[in-house]
Each structure stands twice: as structure tokens, then as C-alpha cells.
């Protein structure tokens, strides 16, 4: 796929279907999309191809499983369906601005991912044809354009020219879908947002990601930017001088949101590390069990040693992982190495020829790293992704770079990804280091056991999480703190973690910067998770624990160390003790779990937090 830059501002999940029960297809499909937004959801539906009676809709605020009460069987039987699952952009979260919309006869109904850049200028150019907008969204003006063209447009042409005209006179990103009375087929049109296109026994079905389609389908062909079709039950319909796509076997299958013996899928992920951790490792260390050996990338090895730089681009619970993955890469090799925010990418000063920029991203949408990635190939950089979701946007633009194999992540905030990132980075840091073997062969040792560590960590770790959960609770936000480097990176990610899940203002930072300013926030009892590995930074570490102590104070510990740091814990958090550079494995579980405890005490949903997307496809 060709990748263009102004083509990738995705957002939203839509499904649309062609089948004996469309409807029943669609919800069931909007289900399996809703992590890509769930601030409210809606259908709309046509029962017999021919009739020309205005199109059934059903939207609501909320979950999926709010529309599935609303519709109540209403939409049974239904022949042609298409349906949405929205994350606010264009206005408020509300029934009006929720999709599908409408032209004001009802005969027309459309579902739309994206942004439409010129939204407001369409709307002066509709009002002055006498339409008027009911809702706040960019999308409506889509739905009047497409009523006013087909009413006026010449005789003898088709539905799909009077889309592909309105198509024409749009600026920005969108997937759509669209059906019209009377008409049999669901429109479609992508630029700069996915869209699948699925076939099998039970009918034609279009998606946003290929996940609703495992089970359903046994073909699917990947729509490009520039295309827009009519899918009918006979194939798929295309202006005279466009191709049609190529269908391509789906493989594998859909693993189901099912939290199984636990509460969250939140909770089940944090328990899944240690078979994700085996996953992302294995195959990836040589039978000797001395080296790693990340494949998939374009350069080899020794090319990569040659370089420049390698910058990490990614963004959130990504880009702190890619801290991590940098301080490896520059403790490993000679390389220069830095991680950037994708949003802030200064791509003119540190890409050229001889760079490689690496996105690292679960969704492999994120359209801030896409964007990244870029930037970086224009200013001549080598680009490969580390992306756990298969065939994503992302995997498919670079082309080259490695799988995280971490199995489907459901819940919002990022638990097992965030680990098998760091995993593969290690690898990847190792499998193009030259430092000596005996040191190599002792840390990739200790990395194979990892999935048994974490595991006992997962069964031991209960009682001082919950006093830890307590106390923050009852105390106020916390402060994070860690140092030197590795440690730092996990105190950022916790307190994005208890943010996203607790809605409890978290800060994070060095120890060594508190007494910079932030010792100002200190107060008796205000508590401090202190991260304190038994590396080279422990004695600092302690002295920054003292240093808020002394000023009232309460300390969640988590450390490996059985030394005397542990009697400065309030409440001591004990992780297994590993070697010093896996260290952000062992000790983000308890951060995990404390953020979970924090957000389910407070009633948090927290595998759908408020505000956020599973699939952050905006800038
Ligand atoms: C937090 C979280 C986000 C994502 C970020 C990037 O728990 O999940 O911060 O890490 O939005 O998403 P991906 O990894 O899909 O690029």
C-alpha cells in the first residue's frame, strides 16, 4: 500500500453487510470494532432491496450493547445494513451526532471514519441549496451532497457516479458507507481510513479491520485510498476505468473479548504476560541459547551497526516503552539512539540516509507515528515498525520490522503490549550489538526465564497492591518515582496508567529532579510509589526516598532488593529479583495491578475508560 501522509487521519469502527440477517451481522461486527471508539454507536437498515421507503436508523450514546438494547430484534431480517461505533471528534457525544446520518427524506444513510477538512464550506454551499444540517458532525454534509447529486444528476448514470462526484468535491480522510431506498449495495469509499471488504457463505460485508470478518469470511481484499465502489450480493461494482480489489484468503482466527475466570479483561491481560512474554520471545534466540536473532527487518544486522542513529517514534504507553527500548539500544551498541513523542518528531535534524526510524505502536494506526514515519522516509530515513496487530497500516507502510506477538490486546489501557514491546526491543538491541558473548549469553539467560518470573509475581503480588490501592485512595494523587533511566521510563508509564484508568492526576519523574520543584507537592501522608531495582542507582534512589520521607511522606516500595531499602516502605511492594536490565518486566506488573485496583475501586470501567480509544487515529 502506498502511503500518503494527508490519507491517515482514521478514526471510529464501521461495518456494513449484504445478507440474509444484515442487521444481526452488523452489531455483532460493531461489537468487535468497539475498541476503536465507543462514545456511541448506531445502524441503519434496509429489509427488501427494491423498496423505496425511507431506511430504518437506531443510534444512541454509549456501548454497542446500548444500541443491541435499543434496536430490541427491531431490525431482524434485515437484508442490506451498515453501522458505527464512534469516538467524538466533530462534536459533542450526543444521539444527533452519532452516525449513521441521514438526508432529510430518510432515503439516503451514511457511516463515515475520518475527518472532512472542508466540512464547513460544504455546509454554506448546502444551506444555500436549501438543506439544512441537524447535527454538529463534519459528516452530515457527506449525506446531503449524495441527496442533492442523485436528484440532479443526468439520466442514465448510476448511483456509484453520483457518489464518486461527491467524493470528488471532499477534502481530508474518510472511510464510508453509505445505502440509498431502492438501491441494492452499500457504497464505499476509502482515503486515508481502513476498510475491508469480506466475502464468504453468508453474504458481502465491509470493515473497518479484518477482526469482525474471522469466522464470517473466508475471502478478504483491502480497499486503497482512491477507491470507491458499490459492493452488491453479485461482487463488486467500479467505475469503467478502475480496478477492483484482489480477494486474498483470511487466515487464522478471532480470538473473543472473553475475560474468562477474571473480572476485566484489564486483568486478564496482566495475567496473559507470561504466555505473551514466551510468545514474542520464542524463535527469537539461537538454539545456543547465547543471541538473539530478531529477524524481519531490511538491514541486516551489520548494516545497522553502520548507521547514524536509530530513532523510535511512538506514542503514550508506546513511547515509553520505547525509552526502554532506546536506552538498550544505546547500552548495546555504539548506535545513537533516542525515542521521540511521534506527535513532536523533529524528522528535518535527525533523519537522513544513513537512520533508521523504527514506529512502535500496538494498533499500528496510530496516525501520530504514521505520521512519523512519514516524515522520516521523506528526509531519506530507512523505516521498519516493532506493532503487535498483523497486517495493520503501519506493518504493511514499512514494510519490514518485527511482530510483537502479544495476542489481541481488548482492554483500553495497554498492559501485555507494553512488556512484548520492550521484549522485542531487547532483542532487536541485541540481535545487532557486538558486545561480548559471556555478557550477552547471561542477560538472554535470564530473559528466557522471564515468563516464569512474571508468573509467580502475578500469584504473590495481592495483599500490598490493595494497601497500596488504599492508601492512594485515601491520600491523594501519587508521585512516581524512579532513576536512572530503565526505572524512570516504568514511573512515566505508571502514572499514565492510573491516569488513564483512575482519573487520579498522577506526575512521574527522576528521583534526582523532586527536589528541582515537584518536593513542593509533599505533604504528610501524600504517597510516593518509588521504583528501586538493585542496580547501580539504588543508593540515589534511597536518598530521594529520605528525601520525601522527611517531609511526611508515605512510600509504596516496589523493589527487588531484600537489602535495608525495604524498611523506608510503608508499604513494600517485593518483586523477584532478575538481572538488573530486566528489571521494567518485573516491576511494571505491580504497576499495572495498582492501577487496576485504584481504577476498580473507583468504579472506573476499566477496559473502557472514559474519553479514549483503544485506536488513537487523530492528531
Ligand atoms: C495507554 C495506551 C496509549 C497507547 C498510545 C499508542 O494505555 O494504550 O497510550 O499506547 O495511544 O497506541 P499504539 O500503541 O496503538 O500506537
Known amino acids: 500500500m502506498k502511503y500518503n501522509r494527508q490519507l491517515l487521519e482514521l478514526m471510529c469502527g464501521i461495518f456494513g453487510c449484504i445478507a440474509d440477517d444484515a442487521a444481526a451481522m452488523v452489531l455483532e461486527g460493531l461489537r468487535k470494532l468497539e475498541y476503536r471508539g465507543y462514545d456511541s454507536a ?46 467524538a471528534t466533530h462534536g459533542g457525544v450526543t444521539d444527533q451526532n452519532a452516525h449513521p446520518h441521514s438526508s432529510n427524506d430518510g432515503n439516503i444513510t451514511i457511516v463515515h471514519n475520518g475527518i472532512i477538512e472542508n466540512s464547513a464550506e460544504l455546509s454554506n454551499r448546502l444551506n444555500n441549496l436549501g438543506y439544512s444540517l ?26 456509484l457516479d453520483a457518489f464518486c462526484t461527491v467524493i470528488s468535491k471532499l477534502r481530508g480522510s474518510w472511510a464510508l458507507a453509505a445505502i440509498v431506498s431502492g438501491h441494492e449495495g452499500i457504497l464505499v469509499s476509502r482515503s486515508g481510513a481502513p476498510l475491508v471488504i469480506g466475502r464468504g457463505e453468508a453474504g458481502i460485508s465491509v470493515s473497518s479491520d479484518v477482526l469482525p470478518f474471522y469466522g464470517a469470511c473466508s475471502e478478504v481484499a483491502y480497499m486503497n485510498d482512491g477507491d470507491n465502489f458499490l459492493l452488491t450480493t453479485n461482487g463488486i461494482v467500479a467505475q469503467d476505468d478502475v480496478e477492483k480489489p484482489t480477494f486474498e484468503a483470511l487466515e487464522g482466527v478471532y480470538d473473543e473479548e472473553d475475560p474468562g475466570i477474571f473480572p476485566h479483561m ?65 547500552k548495546f551498541t555504539c548506535i545513537r539512539s533516542e525515542a521521540f513523542i511521534a506527535s513532536e518528531f523533529p524528522a528535518k535534524s535527525v533523519c537522513s540516509q544513513n537512520t533508521l526510524t523504527i514506529g512502535v505502536s500496538q494498533s499500528g494506526e496510530t496516525k501520530d507515528t504514521l505520521d512519523a514515519l512519514f516524515e522520516a522516509k521523506k528526509y531519506g530515513s530507512n ?33 501485555k503490549v507494553f512488556s512484548n514491546m520492550v521484549a522485542a526491543g531487547l532483542l532487536f538491541a541485541l540481535t545487532i550489538s557486538d558486545i561480548p558473548n559471556l555478557e550477552k549469553k547471561k542477560l538472554v539467560q535470564d530473559l528466557r526465564k522471564l515468563p516464569n518470573i512474571i508468573s509467580s509475581q502475578l500469584i504473590d503480588a ?10 492512594i485512595l485515601e491520600n491523594g494523587p501519587p508521585i512516581f518515582i524512579g532513576r536512572g533511566g530503565l526505572s524512570s521510563y516504568i514511573a512515566k508509564e505508571g502514572a499514565l496508567k492510573m491516569m488513564e484508568i483512575s482519573y487520579i492526576p498522577c506526575i512521574s ?21 518509588a521504583l528501586v531495582p538493585s542496580d547501580s542507582k539504588l543508593n540515589l534512589m534511597e536518598t530521594s526516598i529520605r528525601e520525601c520521607k522527611s517531609r511526611g511522606a508515605k512510600i509504596i516500595l516496589i523493589t527487588d532488593s531484600e537489602g535495608p531499602i525495604s524498611e523506608l516502605a510503608d508499604i513494600l511492594i517485593q518483586t523477584t529479583q532478575t538481572h538488573p536490565d530486566l528489571s521494567p518486566f518485573t516491576h511494571i506488573i505491580p504497576i499495572q495491578l495498582l492501577a487496576y485496583q485504584v481504577g476498580v475501586e473507583k468504579g472506573v470501567n476499566v477496559d473502557r475508560p472514559r474519553n479514549l480509544a483503544k485506536s488513537v487515529t487523530v492528531v
Not at 423498496?51 to 437484508?79: H, M, W
Not at 495481592?462 to 492508601?471: G, K, R, V
Request: proline share 4%; glycine share 10%; aromatic share 4%.
Open 134 to 159: 441537524s447535527s454538529e458532525t463534519d459528516t452530515e454534509v457527506i449525506v446531503h451532497l449524495l441527496d442533492h447529486e442523485i436528484k440532479t444528476q443526468p439520466d442514465g448514470l448510476l448511483i
Open 509 to 529: 519523574l527522576p528521583g534526582g529532579e523532586l527536589k528541582h520543584g515537584p518536593i513542593a507537592l509533599i505533604t504528610q501522608g501524600s504517597p510516593v510509589v
Open 383 to 415: 523505516v521498519s515498525s516493532l506493532c503487535n496487530v498483523i497486517g495493520s497500516t503501519m506493518s504493511r507502510m514499512t514494510g519490514n520490522g518485527a511482530y510483537l506477538h502479544a495476542g489481541p490486546e481488548f482492554a483500553v489501557a495497554s498492559t
Open 462 to 471: 495481592d495483599e500490598a497492591i490493595e494497601q497500596a490501592a488504599n492508601l
Open 42 to 87: 448506531g445502524l441503519a437498515a434496509i429489509f427488501s432491496p427494491g423498496d423505496s421507503s425511507p431506511i430504518e436508523t437506531e443510534k444512541t450514546t454509549g456501548y454497542v450493547s446500548e444500541l443491541v438494547s435499543k434496536v430490541n430484534g427491531r431490525f431482524d431480517g434485515a437484508k442490506i445494513s451498515i453501522g458505527h461505533t464512534r469516538w
Open 266 to 330: 484489564m486483568l486478564k491481560e496482566i495475567h496473559d504476560q507470561p504466555t505473551s512474554l514466551s510468545n514474542v520471545l520464542s524463535g527469537r534466540i539461537s538454539a545456543d541459547g547465547v543471541n538473539a536473532e530478531l529477524s524481519g527487518f531490511d538491514l541486516s544486522p551489520a548494516e545497522i551497526r553502520k548507521l547514524e542513529r536509530i530513532n523510535l517514534v511512538a506514542c503514550g504507553t508506546a513511547y515509553y516503552a520505547s525509552e526502554i527500548i532506546s536506552s538498550y539500544i544505546r
